[in-house]
């Protein structure tokens, strides 16, 4: 069965500090892979995904992920991170031959992002 | 830009009864699917539904929960009658059956 490791519970950065995010995934073939941000009290909003060609990927609000399939990960990064950043984040996946019924996301546990001033 | 919708926003509830949650997902999407985080936990699967039928169901989905589409719009989850470890937020989305899931912003229940 596929599972979603993110290591890291809680991370506090300072404003303008740059972040990264550690999510590692266990599937035995490449997966489909997201990262969802949630701002307290809001819904769970997709920040970028990969499906394959770049192993970079750029998102919204600065963020971007690079897929290492030699180390199963999908790393969520941002070089000057905002106090608007302040969210809980996660990393999904799904098996890329999967679609349709049964296309079901697995997520990891989340990291909750403190920024301070 | 089309979205999901999700209603009510925070439910309390006495343990034993019935609640409905509710969901409108975006128009043009066939694949509508449940979540749920309980506080502090991870974003887990509940169940997906096409074609007015339930694709697949996770061990949590058990008889107490149903979920239907009782219209062209509404994808509705109920949970027949409500035990405490059922407080959480519940999360429907929706896909073409590719690419992103496109999630609401949740309905918090709380069971007292």
């Known amino acids: 069965a596929q599972s979603v490791t993110q290591p890291d519970i809680h991370i506090t950065v300072s404003e303008g500090a740059s972040l990264e995010l550690r999510c590692n995934y266990s599937y035995g073939a490449t997966p489909y892979l997201f990262w969802y941000v949630q701002s307290p009290g809001q819904g769970l909003q997709l920040l970028l995904k990969y499906f394959s060609g770049d192993t970079l990927v750029q998102g919204i609000k600065g963020f971007e992920a690079e897929f290492k399939r030699s180390q199963s990960s999908f790393n969520l990064r941002k070089p000057s991170v905002h106090w608007s950043d302040a969210a809980e984040y996660f990393c999904?996946?799904?098996?890329?031959?999967?679609?349709?019924?049964?296309?079901?996301?697995?997520f990891g546990k989340g990291t909750l992002l403190t920024v301070n001033p | 830009e089309p979205e999901v919708t999700q209603t009510p926003s925070h439910q309390v509830t006495q343990m034993g009864q019935e609640v409905i949650l509710r969901c409108v997902p975006i128009?043009?999407?066939?694949?509508f699917y449940w979540y749920r985080q309980i506080l502090g936990q991870k974003v887990e699967f509940l169940v997906s539904f096409y074609n007015n039928e339930i694709s697949e169901k996770s061990e949590i989905f058990d008889d107490q929960f149903s979920v239907e589409r009782p219209d062209g719009s509404n994808f509705t989850l109920k949970i027949r009658s409500t035990k405490l470890e059922d407080s959480a937020m519940y999360f429907c989305a929706s896909n073409r059956g590719v690419g992103e899931l496109f999630f609401g912003e949740g309905s918090r229940l709380t069971v007292l």
């Open positions: 128009s043009n999407h066939l694949y």
């Open positions: 999904a996946v799904v098996r890329s031959n999967s679609g349709g019924s049964n296309y079901k996301l697995t």
